[in-house]
């Protein structure tokens, strides 16, 4: 009997010291992504995207890195396809040299080549692509691609579901997650990909979208979005969608006060979802 009970013991008693040890280790975040962590590739065909989100804005639902001072609001990029652009068909390419990962519910994750360990998931910056899927070449164990290699494609989890966006984040992936607001974050650090890509990269934003002049006007301040608070759609996580919020948060990649009633109607019909 007691040699039963020692082993239920260790059977418990492992799993939960090697979570523990997983938490501990992940406090240790670098501050900052390594130096070549530098978007020298677009990670689109922008002749493919519609328009996007920008950084703390109040699209879609709260997401903030945990255990952060971070207002409500949503610290990622929606790149919304264009009409017609279905399920498997947006193409995601590798911005960097570096390694690919399935990160299974994170989408495809894409580490810098200086990455000493790229098969540990945990505290080292990444980009990831949410919604998407790599190809069958890239699965399973972390491969090296380098910049502009195509990794797979946006997808929508649920079938029944018509794709309209996928989610880009820039950030570190750590234990534990912080639960608020119906929503559990995993990530301790989040940025914008404006702040990582090369002039060449960015000038191709600006030549697809008219008006943008620099990386901030993709970045909403902490300051602005605290004196401009995200408003939930009951407890959250979900945000209001109401139309004028929805132009804000566009002003330079979607729709503009003038833009045709059918412009507006495409726009209100992604945001709605």
């Known amino acids: 009997?007691?040699?039963?009970?020692?082993?239920?013991?260790?059977?418990?008693?492992?799993?939960?010291?090697?979570?523990?040890?997983?938490c501990v280790v992940s406090q240790f975040i670098p501050p900052h992504p390594p130096s070549d962590f530098v978007i020298t590739h677009n990670i689109v065909d922008l002749?493919?995207?519609?328009?996007?989100?920008?950084?703390?804005?109040?699209?879609?639902?709260?997401?903030?890195?945990?255990?952060?001072?971070?207002?409500?609001?949503?610290?990622?990029?929606?790149?919304?396809?264009?009409?017609?652009?279905?399920?498997?068909?947006?193409?995601?390419?590798?911005?960097?040299?570096?390694?690919?990962?399935?990160?299974?519910?994170e989408g495809i994750s894409i580490y810098p080549l200086s990455t000493q360990f790229p098969w540990w998931w945990m505290n080292q910056w990444r980009l990831s692509v949410l919604h998407s899927k790599v190809l069958p070449q890239f699965e399973g164990w972390p491969h090296k691609v380098t910049a502009g290699t195509l990794l797979g494609y946006a997808t929508k989890?649920?079938?029944?579901?018509?794709?309209?966006?996928?989610?880009?984040?820039?950030?570190?992936?750590?234990?534990?997650?912080?639960?608020?607001?119906?929503?559990?974050e995993p990530y301790k650090k989040m940025d914008s990909i404006f702040n990582y890509m090369s002039d060449a990269v960015f000038a191709e934003y600006q030549k697809a979208f008219p008006g943008l002049t620099n990386r901030q006007d993709m970045i909403i301040s902490k300051e602005m979005r605290l004196s401009n608070t995200c408003q939930f759609q009951g407890d959250g996580p979900y945000f209001s969608d109401g139309q004028d919020q929805f132009v804000q948060e566009h002003v330079f990649t979607g729709v503009r006060v003038g833009d045709t009633s059918t412009e507006k109607q495409r726009m209100n019909e992604l945001f709605q979802h």
Not at 1 to 22: F, H, N
Not at 95 to 104: E, H, M, Q, R, S
Not at 159 to 182: T, Y
């Open 47 to 105: 002749s493919q995207i519609y328009t996007v989100s920008k950084f703390r804005s109040c699209d879609g639902h709260e997401t903030v890195p945990a255990w952060s001072d971070e207002p409500h609001s949503n610290t990622q990029h929606y790149f919304y396809g264009k009409p017609g652009i279905g399920d498997g068909q947006l193409a995601i390419y590798a911005p960097f040299d570096g390694y690919v990962f399935d990160g299974g519910p």
């Open 157 to 184: 989890e649920d079938p029944n579901q018509q794709f309209e966006s996928m989610d880009v984040r820039v950030g570190v992936l750590a234990l534990p997650p912080e639960c608020k607001d119906h929503n559990c």
């Open 1 to 22: 009997m007691m040699k039963i009970t020692k082993i239920i013991a260790c059977i418990i008693l492992i799993p939960l010291g090697l979570l523990a040890l997983v």
